[in-house]
Each structure stands twice: as C-alpha cells, then as structure tokens.
C-alpha cells in the first residue's frame, strides 16, 4: 500500500487576509486545549479504520498553524507515529507566518518534532505587505527567515507576485532578495482573485486591476529564470526547489496519493476497504469540534470517487507537475487507460503545438503548456 500524507487543519487567524479563500477564521479567544483535544480524538478514529499504514509525511496547515501551542503539535505527531507506520525519512511541516510573536515559537515547534518550516511572507515589498493585509513588516520575515534556517533543516516559505502595478523589474529584484535568503524551497503563486474574498469585491469594481496576460506570462518567465540562477528548479507549476528538496507531502497530493485530512473543512482521498473515498470534515471550527466530541469524528461527506472521476483529477493535479502523469501508474490508479480519458483532438493538437509531450509512458506538460495550463487542461479533460 502506498504510503499516507497526513494533513491536520488549524483553522484560526489573526486577520483574514483579503485575497485568502482558505477556511480560516478570526477570533478574539481560541480555546487550545479543546481543539487539541478534538484534533487528537479525530485522528484516533481515522487512523482506527485506516489500519496502520507507511506514513510518509505530516502536513500542519492553515489558517495559520503557529498559533497552535507547541505541545499540541507534539502531542500530534506523537499521536501519528504511534498509530501509524512512519517511514525513517518522515517529512513534518508547520506553515508558520514571520510576526515577532510566531517567530520567536519556532524553535518550540521544532523540539516538538516539526523538520520543515513553510513561511508566509507573500512580499518583501512594504507597500504590497499592506496591500495583501499581512500583519508582518518585511524586517520581520527576512528576520523569521534567517531564524528558521537556524533551527530547521528544510525551509520553504511563500510569495505572491503579479500585483497590481509590479512591473517585471520590480519583480526581478524582489525575487533575487528572496533568493538570496532561501534554503531549498520557495512558492511562488500569481495573485488570482477568489470569489467570496474581500478582494473579489474590490476587483469588481475596479479597484483592484490585475497584470494583463502578457505581463503575466513574462512574470511567470522571469520567475523561473530568476528561480535557476540560485538552483531552484520547477517541479509544479507554482513551486521551486532543489533536486530532493521538493515538499514530499505536496507531492502526495499532486500524484494522487492517499491522504487523510483532519480538522475544520479539511478534505481527504483515502483508501478503505477497495475503494478510494473522498472525505470533507466540517467548515466552522466550533460546531466541528461539537462533531467530534459527540462521534468521535467530524465528517460531513464521505463518498466513493469513481473511475472517471479519479481520472479527471489525476489529470488536473498530475500536469501540474514538471514531470507529468506516469500512464502505468493512471491505469493503476483510476483503472482507465490516459487515453480513454482525453480528448483526442486536443490532445494531437496540444502535443503539435508543444504544449504537452509524450515519453517513457508518460504524459506531461511543457514550460509553454504550463503557462495555458488552466485553458489547456478545460479542453483536453473529456
């Protein structure tokens, strides 16, 4: 059986940044010791019916997961290792974000068995941190940063490019800084406007005006260039890294592994008795938490994915990577030939014009076909 990612959800914030459409949440007072305890209870009761699995990583996501109290995070990963088979290279990330505050935890968190730090510093750029609604300046992130690789062995963290206004030189030199400050990860993600966040309203109208096509794709171009210089390579289309450096536990997602979700609005694709389930936990934290005190878990749908289904979102995940879907491992997987679960026309068309290319069984987008990835995939998905 292949080895389980694990993902456990900390859905609290101090502020909703306006371009965020996670499930996180404000408030004024987190009662840690009862979302410890529900996050510990539903992960007793997943890992009862999954049996124990190889565990290959842990993934402590958000809202924002360095609000949660060291001892928890321990408390968990002691919790997981105990129920599951851990493997000898267990990859554990905490999301942290770089405020004084969260900074000075980090090395908490690291004796309490996390070994990859993932920061959130979005921007270096004073004037686009307070654009973005973050709570950090950006002396506090460079400072977060040079802590962290102090303490973690890995080190990744996070920033958004094609602003408003960036212009592809203003680009450059901010990335070249982050560079120069990165470990052997960075992501870097084009601002996207998301219903139901404060910026879709202000983009609506029109206070908010997003880099053209053009400019984006010349971004995304200089991203990559500038990303090489330093040894980071892309391996999916947002993230960077050095060769073995890559998040393990993203992977999982993006070759459509096993993973299982726990916590508040957390989303799982597990393996249980022959069949691949889907699993969505409860949005809001407060009635979640009642969720499991009463059953033991907080799950609100639990659904078979069928063949065609588990096809179409391997291919909607696999091609995002650089090194595309491995065609024995798709059959494997959905039980359905890639073939069968393409649009032959696009496909002839996308491998003619260079936007997809087919090798050693395996089925992957170009550096081109990466950049249409979003039209590319709505046609060629039949």
């Known amino acids: 059986m292949e080895p389980l990612a694990l993902y456990i959800h900390w859905p609290f914030c101090l502020a909703k940044c306006p371009y965020c459409d996670f499930n996180s949440h404000v408030r004024e007072r987190i009662d840690q010791h009862r979302f410890a305890a529900a996050l510990r209870a539903e992960l007793a009761w997943e890992a009862a019916r999954l049996g124990r699995r190889p565990m290959a990583s842990i993934f402590f996501g958000g809202g924002t997961p360095s609000l949660m109290d060291a001892q928890t995070v321990a408390d968990l990963i002691e ?42 510093v979005q921007s270096l750029k004073a004037e686009s941190l307070t654009m973005l609604g973050r709570q ?7 400072a977060a940063l040079e802590r962290a690789r102090k303490i973690f062995p890995r080190v990744s963290f996070d920033l958004i ?47 908010i005006v997003l880099p053209d096509d053009d400019t984006a794709a010349a971004l995304y171009d200089a991203t990559a260039e500038e990303a090489g210089k330093f ?35 957390a989303h799982g694709r597990v393996s249980v008795d022959g069949a691949l389930l889907a699993t969505r936990r409860h949005r809001a934290p407060e009635p979640w938490a009642e969720r499991v005190e009463r059953d033991g878990h907080g799950s609100t749908d639990e659904v078979p994915v069928a063949s065609d289904e588990r096809a179409r979102e391997m291919l909607l995940m696999g091609l995002r990577l650089t090194e595309g879907i491995d065609e024995a491992r798709f059959f494997t997987r959905t039980g359905i030939h890639l073939d069968a679960a393409l649009d032959a026309d696009i496909l002839a068309r996308a491998l003619e014009a260079d936007y ?23 046609a060629l998905v039949a």
Request: with cysteine; glycine share 10%; charged share 25%.
């Open 79 to 120: 919790d997981a290792r105990r129920l599951f088979d851990p493997l000898p290279d267990l990859e554990i990330t905490l999301e942290a974000n770089p405020t004084s505050v969260e900074a000075a935890r980090l090395a908490a968190f690291r004796q309490a068995g996390v070994n990859r730090i993932s920061l959130g």
């Open 136 to 142: 950090h300046s950006a002396d506090q992130a460079i």
């Open 161 to 207: 490019y094609a602003r408003p206004g960036q212009s592809e030189a203003a680009w450059r030199a901010e990335l070249r800084q982050a560079l120069a400050l990165a470990s052997d990860h960075l992501s870097l993600y084009q601002l996207t406007i998301e219903p139901g966040t404060a910026f879709f309203t202000s983009h609506a109208r029109g206070d």
């Open 231 to 265: 040894g980071l390579l892309p391996y999916e289309v947002s993230n960077y890294a050095r060769p073995g450096s890559e998040s393990r536990h993203n992977l999982a997602y993006w070759r459509y592994g096993d993973y299982a979700g726990i916590g508040p609005g």
């Open 356 to 378: 997809l290319a087919r090798d050693n069984g395996c089925l992957r987008a170009t550096p081109e076909g990466r950049k249409r990835l979003d039209s590319l995939l709505g």
